[in-house]
């Protein structure tokens, strides 16, 4: 993660900061896509159990967790290409916060980082918004199971990958995650 930093020093914050706003006032301007995407956020986020992790994070930390589980890059299986610059440009933070909270996210093993290819996998996404919209259960005709597979083998021989393949292979019980 230290070639942002590099980036950030080389150009100085104040010059790498009029960027950023440069690029948020363009992505403002874009025509809205079609499609609506979004992130599901249970309203028991704040109170449920399962979240005691994230719910004893920083501030930043839990930040940077909904930004990652709602963002527009996000996928339903929680692995996406997510380069640290977009989240300084959505989330309007420095570098150097975002890197602090992702590496208390990654100690607490709520989210795994392939810094080489700005790959994040938020490792209980799939199973939490199983669980939110099909009551936990996925059946191989259903079309989260389908698009699930699809993401998957798309994406790029990763470590996070076969870290998924691992978590889920009891769960899902099926041989399309290959």
């Known amino acids: 993660m230290g ?3 590099d980036l950030a020093n080389a150009r100085g914050t104040a010059i790498l900061k009029e960027e950023i706003e440069a690029v948020v006032q363009k992505k403002q301007s874009r025509p809205k896509k079609q499609k609506i995407r979004y992130g599901m956020i249970p309203t028991t986020f704040w109170t449920d159990p399962k979240y005691i992790e994230v ?5 930043q930390a839990k930040l940077t967790y909904l930004y990652l589980i709602s963002c527009p890059r ?9 380069p ?9 933070i420095e570098v150097a916060e975002i890197e602090i909270a992702l590496a208390e996210l990654v100690e607490r ?5 392939d810094a080489a290819t700005h790959y994040v996998w938020v490792v209980d996404l799939f199973q939490n918004d199983v ?27 990763i470590s996070l990958k076969e870290l998924f393949r691992e978590k889920y292979a009891m769960q899902l019980k099926f041989g399309n995650f290959e």
Not at 74 to 82: K, L, S, Y
Not at 109 to 113: A, D, H, P, S, Y
């Open 3 to 5: 070639d942002f930093n």
């Open 55 to 59: 719910q004893s994070c920083s501030m």
């Open 74 to 82: 996000r996928n339903n299986i929680g692995i996406f290409r997510q």
């Open 84 to 92: 640290i610059l977009s989240m300084v440009v959505d989330l309007r």
């Open 109 to 113: 093993g709520l989210v795994q980082i």
């Open 131 to 157: 669980m939110i919209s099909r009551n936990g259960e996925l059946k191989p005709n259903d079309n989260m199971f389908i698009g699930a597979v699809d993401i998957f083998q798309s994406l790029p021989d």
